[in-house]
T-cell receptor, first 119, second 115 residues
Framework: NAGVTQTPKFRVLKTGQSMTLLCAQD?????MYWYRQDPGMGLRLIHY???????AKGEVPDGYNVSRLKKQNFLLGLESAAPSQTSVYFC??????????????????FGPGTRLLVL | KNQVEQSPQSLIILEGKNCTLQ??????????LRWYKQDTGRGPVSLTI?????NTKSNGRYTATLDADTKQSSLHITASQLSDSASYIC??????????????FGTGTKLQVIP
């Protein structure tokens, strides 16, 4: 199994350009997530999905859109890139958490990251 | 506001020595706490997970402790190896009524093990 893979590994964009980051997982996980990681800050959740066809906003969703048309894929789109979106983007996936009130012990499995530079 | 603070920010130790990393959190209601290891240029990988009823968990040379009363956790690395050089991230999840659980990531401790 490849686990979680991300495409591309590195990209340089000019301000205003658009692009799509692709995340794929082969573990049949229900949940998928997009994070960004910036120096001196913890990973911050951009968007997430609890199943095929569903998406939800995370902590820092502005300037990003997502789609989950297939269970194994989660796409992150930047419609008009800005220098503030220069970051390392990580995708993750996990099984569906346990029952309400019970321990939520579903580990997130992360991809290798996509380094994005917006000039 | 849920917060996770880690200390120290960075640490350099000699190969073979032990070290302890700290994590303080204010996440509520608490569900579980994980420690992740992130090698440079890679995604984080889970090391341990503890719920409120667990106060210690080991994974090889890694031992995590949790004090839910004081909202503190530590990660102890025994007999360090060069391959332990990485960032170690404390992640705390908040309990909710179901579905997605809000997680808060610490900024990490960057550990460098030197020969």
């Amino acid at each position: 199994n490849a686990g979680v893979t991300q495409t591309p590994k590195f990209r340089v964009l000019k301000t205003g350009q658009s692009m799509t980051l692709l995340c794929a997982q082969d573990m049949n996980h229900e949940y998928m997530y997009w994070y960004r990681q910036d120096p001196g800050m913890g990973l911050r959740l951009i968007h997430y999905s609890v199943g095929e066809g569903t998406t939800a906003k995370g902590e820092v969703p502005d300037g990003y859109n997502v789609s989950r048309l297939k269970k194994q894929n989660f796409l992150l789109g930047l419609e008009s890139a800005a220098p503030s979106q220069t970051s390392v983007y990580f995708c993750a996936s996990s099984r569906r958490p346990g029952l309400a009130g019970g321990p939520h012990q579903e580990t997130q499995y992360f991809g290798p990251g996509t380094r994005l530079l917006v000039l | 506001k849920n917060q996770v603070e880690q200390s120290p920010q960075s640490l350099i130790i000699l190969e073979g020595k032990n070290c302890t990393l700290q994590c303080n959190y204010t996440v509520s209601p608490f569900s579980n706490l994980r420690w992740y290891k992130q090698d440079t240029g890679r995604g984080p990988v889970s090391l341990t997970i503890m719920t409120f009823s667990e106060n210690t968990k080991s994974n090889g040379r890694y031992t995590a402790t949790l004090d839910a009363d004081t909202k503190q956790s530590s990660l102890h690395i025994t007999a360090s190896q060069l391959s332990d050089s990485a960032s170690y991230i404390c992640v705390v999840s908040a309990r909710n009524s179901g579905g997605y659980q809000k997680v808060t990531f610490g900024t990490g401790t960057k550990l460098q093990v030197i020969p």
